[in-house]
């Protein structure tokens, strides 16, 4: 509970009603830092909205959350407030908005195309105090538009090495911190993705003028092509991101490295409050 | 709407077919259904074909367009409950998302028809059925007007449902006191879930009992924990409460479902007659919107209008800021037009056509005043046809075939038109094979316009000879500076009265005035007068 209030701590300080949740792979905490906002969120007496990309795990959702889910994977019992049927589909068939009366246990489903997403996310904010998201970095732009914090996660289950899994969490984090651009100064604005090879272009060429992208996710790079292109050009987005925080799982099922170096090492890459849920730790 | 064999693609193209379906179609499920399978009305049904496009036109006079576009905005938010409506009629017990589409639909069905109750010609569409329905689904109604199992639907519920968040309680406690206690012998703040890491540096002496060990590391221990004996025993009974409301909850569902079995008939009477009504409010809607009036459905092949329009055309130009001029004649049977290029021979056509199509489904048409025959073929024959096709043939070769496919068909009561037949060979035989075209038509009994620039046919073939009057003696053209404004200029100079000429004089093409009015050169159009006069 500790780290999940922290967690909401964080985005409530940036005034965010949308947490959105991702990660540099599968199995890395993501559901798991979710639950733990959510539950703090929930003793907080806030009203909770769940959204996902996507079907989830079954959850135990207390009274009073609403959350979007498909109408084939809706429990008879308990029964909940069918709030509407959205026109939206997932790949479990057609979405519905519901509200929780009782605790019980529920499969969240979600759309998988962003317009998709931001409707959903729309929607449940109407109802909600905090909406969190069960996201996909592809996804993520959904945000852009609306007063978002994002926290990403990253895990043993996403790396063979723990070097690796810090370099991942910082090439992401430092790809989704990409300031919003300055619209006094000169830019060059492009209406798709920056690649590496445009990215060279650009510094062969001296590009000095602000390189502007709509957000962060058409920054098409990574490793040691982002961090050049990073250090050397002026690389902005329309719509910048508010990254708030990350999480560590040191466990997977075939490694697992040492919980206090991971997370102090996430720390010490990403320059961003990291926490291991499992752990209950936080480095600031 | 199916065109059938009414008229073949490429025709339909010409006449604007698919801009008219989609102009009169229906936005909810229940009415696409419907007119996904309307069909024309053939020669034989003129009373029934009259008798539709009439009640349209008087539905659409009786309301006003603010409450029909009302209507179309609540059937376009109806849920589609003809699946739900099946799986009742079953037995199948409804599931909560079926009883709120259930409800939704009964009660959008009142709104309907409170909306559309000014117009004496429309029947309501709410039936006893869909009252007792919405009436037994009414508790389930939330302030977000979705759908709860409430408690007010069993006497049993609330009890139930308070015992089973008792006892969810109750095991969160229990659960909680087994956390505390583990984080407190752990020397921690909390446990936070199930499954959580101890460092083996901070681990003093033995795990607190309840910690399994999930898997050990060099630095720690992965753990969960494990339910203690009284959260066991709680959950036992949180379990038992749990099955108590499932129960009941199933028996309401049960009950509801009950009720819409024995109610299905009339629930589907009422989907019935609500996709007819769908319909019939996208034809008044067409209607309004483009002033359209009831034809007489004549039983005679002729086709007789004042003041029609060719919608698609109208829209194009209403887009573009331009005045489109109607135009009226008189068919019946087989009959030539001429006139000058640009005059409005094509559209004149097309015009008639799109009334024939109108008429054939029962709809009102873009017309002051229309009498208009059905048809069992409805055929474009010459320009046009040939941009949208390709192929192999000449265009020459390909308007031939066309015409021998026509011909073959046979259809007893044809509605043709010809736009320049046989204009890619020499004049003499282009002439003879229109006129032998006309004399087959007339000899038919077919309905027929025929648009040429030839001398002589309508006499030929002994049949009525209508004229565009043409530009209004225009020969020193405004200096048009591009083309908008050259087409602005024609429209003001162009008279596209059809007159019926009766002899056979065809007038000018004024196709040398037409060439400078378009930007043409001087010196280009100073010769094509000079060999003009001689």
């Known amino acids: 509970m500790r780290v999940g209030r922290r967690l909401l ?9 949308a947490i959105f949740v991702v990660g540099t792979g599968k199995n890395v905490g993501k559901t798991t830092a979710l639950f733990a906002i959510y539950e703090a969120a929930c003793s907080s007496g806030l009203r909770v909205g769940l959204a996902s990309i996507g079907p989830k795990p079954r959850l135990w959702l207390h009274p009073n959350t609403v959350f ?12 909940v407030e069918i709030l509407s049927i959205s026109g939206l589909e997932s790949s479990s068939g057609s979405l519905l908005y519901a509200r929780t009366a009782h605790g019980g246990l529920y499969d969240l489903a979600g759309p998988s195309s962003a317009s998709g997403l931001r409707a959903a996310v729309e929607e449940i904010s109407a109802c909600s105090d905090v909406v969190l998201i069960d996201g996909a970095i592809d996804r993520v732009s959904t945000l852009a538009s609306s007063n978002g914090a994002i926290v990403v996660s990253c895990g043993a289950a996403a790396a063979k090495t723990e070097s690796e899994a810090v370099c991942d969490v910082a090439n992401l984090t430092a790809r989704l911190l990409v300031p919003a651009f300055d619209p006094h100064a000169a830019v060059l604005e492009l209406e798709g993705a920056l690649t590496a090879t445009m990215a060279a272009d650009f510094i062969a060429a001296r590009e000095d003028r602000q390189i502007v992208v709509g957000d962060s996710t058409q920054i098409v790079m990574n ?62 | 709407m199916k065109a059938l064999d009414l008229l073949d693609g490429a025709s339909a193209g010409l006449l604007g077919f698919e801009w008219l379906v989609n102009a009169v179609a229906p936005v909810s499920p229940y009415g696409a ?82 909306s559309l109750a000014a117009s004496a010609l429309v029947q309501p569409i709410a039936n006893e059925a869909t009252r007792v329905v919405s009436e037994a689904l ?7 007007q979705g759908f709860y199992l409430a408690d007010a639907f ?39 879930g ?74 589907g009477a009422a989907a019935g007659a609500l996709g007819d009504l769908d319909v019939t409010i996208g034809a008044v809607h067409f209607s309004q919107g483009h002033r359209c009036t009831a034809p007489v459905v004549s039983g005679e092949p002729a086709l007789t209008f004042e003041r029609a329009r060719f919608l698609p055309l109208e829209a194009e130009l209403t887009v573009a800021g331009r005045r489109y001029v109607p135009i009226d004649l008189d068919l019946r049977g087989a009959a030539v037009l001429t006139g000058p290029n640009m005059g409005g021979k094509s559209l004149a056509l097309q015009t008639c056509g799109f009334l024939a199509l109108c008429t054939a489904f029962g709809l009102p048409a873009p017309a002051a005043r229309a009498r208009v025959g059905l048809f069992d073929q409805i055929a474009w024959l010459g320009t046009g046809l040939q941009e949208r096709t390709g192929g192999l043939l000449s265009s020459f070769a390909r308007e031939l075939m066309g015409l021998q496919e026509i011909l073959a068909r046979s259809a007893p009561r044809l509605l043709i038109f010809v736009d320049e037949f046989a204009r890619t060979t020499t004049p003499h035989e282009g002439k003879a094979l229109v006129v032998a075209l006309t004399e087959r038509l007339r000899q038919r009994n077919a309905c027929a316009l025929v648009a040429t620039h030839l ?14 009057r043409g530009l209004k003696g225009i020969r020193t053209p405004p200096a048009a500076r591009n083309l908008h404004e050259a087409l602005e200029a024609l429209a003001a100079s162009m008279d596209y009265t059809i007159a019926n000429v009766g002899d056979d004089d065809v007038p000018d093409a004024d196709a040398i005035a037409l060439a400078e009015l378009l930007g043409l050169d001087s010196e280009f159009v100073k010769a094509a007068y000079r060999a003009l006069s001689q």
Do not use: W
Request: neutral net charge; contains cysteine; charged residues 30%.
């Open chain 2, 33 to 114: 259904r419907l007119f996904s399978e309307l069909v024309p009305f053939r020669p034989g049904s003129e009373a029934a074909a009259e008798s539709r496009a009439r009640r349209v036109a008087e539905i659409a006079d009786g309301l006003h367009p603010d409450r029909v576009a009302a209507a179309r905005s609540l059937l376009q938010q109806l849920p589609d409950i003809v699946g739900v409506i099946a799986r009742a009629s079953l037995g199948e017990m409804l599931d909560d998302p079926a009883f709120l589409e259930l409800r939704q639909f009964c009660e959008m069905l009142e709104r309907v028809d409170a």
């Open chain 1, 9 to 17: 701590e964080l985005a409530r300080e940036r005034r965010a009603r």
């Open chain 2, 154 to 192: 069993d006497a049993e519920l609330a009890a139930a449902r308070a015992a089973y968040a008792r006892a969810q309680a109750e095991l969160n406690a229990a659960r909680g006191r087994e956390n505390e206690s583990v984080a407190r012998e752990l020397g921690r703040d909390e446990i936070a």
């Open chain 2, 194 to 267: 199930n499954e959580f890491i101890v460092m083996r540096s901070e681990l003093r002496g033995a795990l607190p009992a309840g910690v399994r060990v999930v898997r050990e590391a060099a630095t720690y221990l992965f753990c969960a924990l494990e339910y203690g004996e009284s959260s066991r025993s709680a959950l036992e009974r949180r379990e038992a409460s749990f099955s108590r409301v499932a129960a009941l909850e199933e028996r309401v569902r049960l009950s509801l479902s009950t009720v819409v079995r024995e109610h299905a008939a009339g629930l």
């Open chain 1, 223 to 284: 490793g040691r092509s982002l961090a050049e292109a990073l250090a050397r050009l002026r690389i902005r987005c329309r719509r910048a991101f508010e990254v708030i925080a990350t999480t560590v799982c040191a466990v997977a099922p075939d490694r697992s490295f040492d919980p206090a170096t991971f997370l102090g090492a996430v720390a010490d890459a990403t320059k961003l409050p990291s926490f291991d849920v499992f752990a209950g730790k936080e480095v600031a």
């Open chain 1, 68 to 79: 979007i889910t498909a109408r084939s994977l809706l429990p008879p019992s308990p029964a």
């Open chain 2, 138 to 144: 009414a508790p389930g109604r939330n302030e977000a």
């Open chain 2, 455 to 468: 001398q002589g046919v309508a006499a030929a073939a002994g049949v009525a000879h209508f004229a565009v």
